[in-house]
C-alpha cells in the first residue's frame, strides 16, 4: 500500500476512534489529529529504513465515514516530485464534508453540516543518509482556522540498518462561535516526535516512537453542554456550558514490528499507549496480515482493540450546577473501548502507452467499528437522569484511492 494513503488511513481511523484523545468533539478530534497527523503524514509516512526521496507519484483518495448520525466524506489529492534525486516538492489537498446528527448533537440542538478544507506544501532535502522535510499546513472552516508549520529529520547509521528521526511541529488556530460573531480565542499546539527503526533480521523490523503534544488555549468546545441533576426542571436535570482546563499535555509511546515470511506476506504487529493531563489513559492493540496473490493483488485484514479511562473532570451528569472547576461531558473524554475489524484490497498494474507513467494501483479499505461506551448514557433513550442506557454505536469507514507513478 502507498504510504501517503497509509498515512490518510491511520489519520481517519484514528481521528473517529477517538485514539487521539463534535460540534467540537469529533470536529476537535479532526482538526487536532486530521491536521497534525495528516501533516505528519507528508513526511513522516517516507520510508523508514532508506535514506532516499519519495517516488514521482500522483494519490487521488476518497473516503467515507458513517456511524452516530455522523456522516464524513471527501476527496484528498497528494502530488509528489523529485528534482536531480536531491529535492523532493508535494502539495496536498484534502476536504471533509461533515453531516452530523449524533447523540451529541441531537441531545441539546439541531443537525448541522459544514465543510472543511485543507491544504498543504512541503519540501525534501537528502544530503547523503540525512533527509529533511518542511511543511506547511492550512485547514479552514466556517467556525475554525488553524495554520501548522513542522520540520523532520531522519538519519541512517550502523551500516544503514538503523534510522533515527525526530519531528517538530507548532500550530496556531483559531476557534469562533457561529452564534457569537465577537467570540474569537487562540490555541497553540506543539508536537514533538522521536523514533527509532531497527532491521533485526533479513526479515524482521523493529521500531520504537515517542510522541508529545502540548495544547495551550481555548481547548473546549463553545457549543457544548454538560448536565446536572436538577429538581426544578421536568426531565430532572438541566444544561450548563462546558469549562476545560487551558492546558493539555499528552504522551504516547508506540512499539511495532513488522515480520515477513517466507511466501512474501508479512505480518504487522503495534501496542500504543496513550496517557495526558487530563487523566486519561489509553492502550490500543494492532495486528495486520498482508498477503500477495500474485498478477499484482494484495489482501489486507486487521483487527484492532482500544481501551481508555475517562478524563479527570468528566461525567454523565454532574450534582448540580458549577460544581467542579472544570466539566465536560464529551463521550471521547469518557470510559469506552472499540474493536475494529478491517480488509483491504491493492491491484498494481503497469502504465503502458504513456511515455512518462510508469505503474499505477488502485486500492479499497474498509473498517468496521463498534464502540461501546462505560460511562455516557444515551439521554435520548429516556428514564431517569443517571440511569439511562449506555450508549454505544457501529461505524464503517471506506477508502479508496489510485496511485499513478511517473
Not at 379 to 400: K, Q, T, Y
Request: aromatic residues 14%; negative net charge; hydrophobic residues 40%.
Amino acid at each position: 500500500m502507498p504510504e501517503a494513503p497509509r498515512a490518510v488511513e491511520e489519520v481517519v481511523v484514528d481521528v473517529i476512534s477517538g485514539r487521539q484523545p463534535y460540534r467540537m468533539s469529533l470536529q476537535a478530534s479532526i482538526r487536532r489529529i486530521s491536521l497534525l497527523a495528516a501533516f505528519f503524514g507528508l513526511f513522516l509516512a517516507l520510508p523508514a529504513l532508506a535514506a532516499v526521496l519519495p517516488e514521482d507519484r500522483a494519490d487521488a483518495l476518497y473516503h467515507s465515514y458513517n456511524g452516530d448520525g455522523v456522516e464524513i466524506t471527501g476527496p484528498s489529492i497528494l502530488f509528489r516530485k523529485n528534482i536531480k534525486d536531491k529535492v523532493g516538492i508535494r502539495a496536498n489537498y484534502y476536504v471533509d464534508m461533515i453531516s452530523s446528527a449524533s447523540v451529541d448533537v441531537l441531545a441539546t440542538a439541531s443537525p448541522y453540516t459544514e465543510e472543511r478544507k485543507q491544504i498543504g506544501v512541503g519540501v525534501d532535502y537528502l544530503h547523503e543518509k540525512t533527509l529533511m522535510s518542511l511543511d506547511y499546513v492550512n485547514s479552514e472552516e466556517d467556525d475554525y482556522t488553524s495554520n501548522t508549520i513542522g520540520f523532520a529529520v531522519s538519519q541512517e547509521f550502523f551500516g544503514d540498518l538503523s534510522t533515527f528521526s525526530m519531528s517538530y511541529a507548532v500550530g496556531k488556530d483559531e476557534v469562533r462561535n457561529n452564534l457569537d460573531p465577537s467570540f474569537a480565542e487562540p490555541v497553540k499546539r506543539r508536537n514533538y516526535n522521536i523514533g527509532l527503526s531497527q532491521i533485526l533480521t533479513k526479515n524482521w523490523i523493529m521500531e520504537l516512537a515517542l510522541n508529545t503534544i502540548v495544547d495551550e488555549g481555548y481547548l473546549n468546545n463553545p457549543y457544548r453542554s454538560v448536565r446536572y441533576y436538577d429538581d426544578s426542571s421536568a426531565r430532572g436535570y438541566s444544561y450548563q456550558a462546558e469549562v476545560y482546563p487551558g492546558t493539555r499535555n499528552s504522551d504516547a509511546i508506540a512499539l511495532r514490528s513488522i515480520y515477513y515470511l517466507p511466501y512474501r506476506a508479512a505480518l504487522r504487529a503495534e501496542y500504543r499507549n496513550f496517557s495526558d493531563s487530563w487523566g486519561i489513559n489509553a492502550h490500543n492493540f494492532e495486528m495486520r496480515y498482508i498477503h500477495p496473490l500474485g498478477h499484482g493483488v494484495t489482501l489486507e485484514g486487521k483487527y484492532r482493540y482500544y481501551t481508555q479511562t475517562a478524563a479527570d473532570f468528566y461525567a454523565d451528569i454532574f450534582p448540580f450546577a458549577d460544581s467542579q472547576n472544570f466539566m465536560g461531558r464529551d463521550k471521547e473524554l469518557s470510559t469506552f473501548n472499540s474493536n475494529t475489524f478491517g480488509a483491504g484490497v491493492t491491484w498494481s498494474f503497469p502504465v503502458g502507452g504513456v511515455r512518462f507513467l510508469n505503474k499505477g494501483s488502485l486500492n479499497l479499505y474498509w473498517d468496521y467499528m463498534m464502540f461501546d461506551y462505560k460511562d455516557f448514557r444515551d439521554v435520548l433513550e429516556g428514564g431517569p437522569p443517571g440511569e439511562e442506557p449506555l450508549f454505544s454505536f457501529n461505524a464503517n469507514i471506506i477508502r479508496a484511492f489510485v496511485s499513478i507513478w511517473f
